[in-house]
Nanobody
Framework: QVQVVESGGGLVQPGGSLRLSCAASGSILRIYAMAWYRQAPGKQRELVATIDSGDSTNYADSVKGRFTISRANAKNTVYLQMNSLKPEDTAVYYC?????????????????WGKGTLVTVSP
């Protein structure tokens, strides 16, 4: 059984900062790519940032220069440092993990999502 839990969301004023964390636990053998997505009210889920097993990163144009994704492999954790937050960053943020997991069938490639953490940017 694998659990993926995000934390760090909350209410922040425009221009402020938050750091999101996403920790995975359970029978994970290895995590390949890790990513953050977000879904604003009434909108589709969108990709925010990715980091691969070699620490190469990519960002959505809307967050470049403001957000930083990083990972701690020993902790099976991915972070999203968000600076200079804007009201349009308000959304539920989800992490996604591309993993090699030990299942009842043996090692398998498995994709996991967390349940999300709400970020609200408002005066």
């Amino acid at each position: 059984q694998v659990q993926v839990v995000e934390s760090g969301g909350g209410l922040v004023q425009p221009g402020g900062s938050l750091r999101l964390s996403c920790a995975a636990s359970g029978s994970i053998l290895r995590i390949y790519a890790m990513a953050w997505y977000r879904q604003a009210p009434g909108k589709q889920r969108e990709l925010v940032a990715t980091i691969d097993s070699g620490d190469s990163t990519n960002y959505a144009d809307s967050v470049k220069g403001r957000f930083t994704i990083s990972r701690a492999n020993a902790k099976n954790t991915v972070y999203l440092q968000m600076n200079s937050l804007k009201p349009e960053d308000t959304a539920v943020y989800y992490c996604n993990l591309d993993t090699r997991t030990l299942t009842i069938h043996g090692p398998e490639t498995m994709d996991y999502w967390g349940k999300g953490t709400l970020v609200t940017v408002s005066p």
